[in-house]
């Protein structure tokens, strides 16, 4: 059973504890936990098991590097087959590739999960063409909008410090993984909270459902 965001954003998550050698291990944040899940679910991958780190991390990556490794090696040490880290750069400056490379890993491609949600070939293609002024809402930031950003950042006690750090965006976009009107409520919420534009763009899993069946196949 899924924990609650709460839980994915403290603690993280783990769908089991004992190992079969053949199972392979999908290492990843916990803000991307409902969607792995779906995507096992949907196409039948029993053998994959999820551990997930805690989403909140996001606004501290500098630990992500150091917690990755430390759950690969945990992974290995209970015998998983293989594991796979389903994290982009995510903000660690090319560490994690280095954790990765010395840890003999493959991640998902991408700087962050915007990307590979919106597809990482689209989504080059539209910061080239300058969408630069956009803050990202994922399905889960939707939801966790008040604990991981608006609290994550300071805004509820500081909230002078508004036009400092939104005041270089133009618009969020919330790249829709599911089709939930009250999850676009709260996105459109959220950009009303920072004073900016609002646009969706239904992605779905994007590059992640790709990922995850290389994955399964290994």
């Not at 991307?32 to 949907?42: G, H, K, M, S």
């Not at 997930?52 to 501290?60: Q, S, T």
């Amino acid at each position: 059973m899924l924990p609650n965001d709460e839980t994915l954003t403290e603690t993280g998550f783990s769908t089991r504890s004992d190992v079969a050698p053949s199972r392979v291990m999908l290492l990843a944040c916990g803000a991307l936990a409902r969607e792995i899940l779906a995507v096992i679910q949907l196409n039948g991958w029993e053998h994959l098991e999820l551990a997930c780190l805690p989403a909140k991390l996001h606004n501290d990556p500098e630990k992500i590097p150091g917690a990755v490794r430390a759950k690969v090696r945990e992974a290995r040490a209970k015998g998983y087959a293989k594991v796979f880290v389903v994290y982009a750069d995510c903000g660690t400056g090319g560490l994690l590739d280095r954790v990765c490379e010395e840890e003999g890993v493959e991640r998902i491609e991408g700087p962050h999960c915007y990307s590979f949600f919106d597809g990482n070939d689209a989504f080059a293609e539209r910061e080239e063409a300058g969408e630069i002024t956009a803050f990202y809402l994922t399905d889960f930031l939707a939801r966790q909008f008040d604990t991981l950003i608006w609290k994550g950042f300071g805004l509820d006690r500081h909230l002078d410090i508004l036009p400092m750090m939104f005041g270089n965006y133009e618009k969020v976009i919330y790249l829709a993984q599911t089709d939930d009107p009250a999850l676009e409520a709260k996105a459109r919420a959220a950009a009303k909270r920072l004073g900016l534009a609002f646009e969706m763009r239904r992605t779905g899993y994007g590059d992640l459902t790709g990922f995850l069946a290389n994955a399964a196949r290994a």
